[in-house]
């Protein structure tokens, strides 16, 4: 990558190393290595309306923002241990990493402030739950729910061998 940036206050050292590695991977899974080395990419760990997002900021530019304080329990209402909630925040990224692809490769576009997939606007209103049932219909995000899955396996298998060589 031209620019990796990662931000955020009082972050441990295992997340930082984790996301570093997630975003590698799942870039290097779903893009041909001369296009992960023209992107520019920082991650934001910060409060934020969302658990994820990802910005188009322009050629190559993109911003994730996660909102690591929202990751605290499942959907359950069970709290995660600590390393299991570093494990959530891993796979969110690379989610998020899977929009970068679909941004890359014309599926997701902004215009007008709106976003399109494959050149359709889904709007989703109504109330909160409605709202987030719809949203989780989106085809972008079945697609990015698809993709995390196997950045997740690939993240495991490289983060095992790191361990393994004494990296991490």
């Given at each position: 990558m031209r620019r990796f940036k990662i931000t955020g206050r009082h972050l441990p050292q295992t997340l930082t190393t984790a996301a570093t590695v997630m975003a590698a991977v799942a870039l290097n899974r779903c893009m041909k290595r001369e296009d992960v080395d023209n992107l520019d990419l920082v991650i934001r760990f910060k409060h934020h309306t969302d658990e994820g997002e990802t910005f188009f900021l322009g050629k190559n530019k993109y911003e994730i923002i996660v909102d690591h304080h929202r990751i605290?329990?499942?959907?359950?209402?069970?709290?995660?241990?600590?390393?299991?909630?570093?494990?959530k925040i891993v796979n969110l990224i690379g989610h998020e990493v899977a929009h970068i692809w679909q941004y890359h490769k014309g599926d997701l576009t902004i215009k007008n402030k709106k976003l399109y997939h494959k050149g359709i606007h889904y709007?989703?209103?109504?109330?909160?739950?409605?709202?987030?049932?719809?949203?989780?219909?989106?085809?972008?995000?079945?697609?990015?729910?698809?993709?995390?899955?196997?950045?997740?396996?690939?993240?495991l298998i490289k983060w095992k061998q790191l361990q393994t060589e004494g990296i991490v």
């Open positions: 605290t329990h499942d959907s359950w209402g069970r709290e995660y241990e600590p390393d299991e909630r570093i494990a709007h989703v209103n109504g109330d909160t739950e409605t709202r987030l049932q719809r949203y989780m219909d989106l085809p972008f995000e079945k697609e990015a729910r698809g993709e995390e899955e196997g950045h997740m396996l690939a993240f």
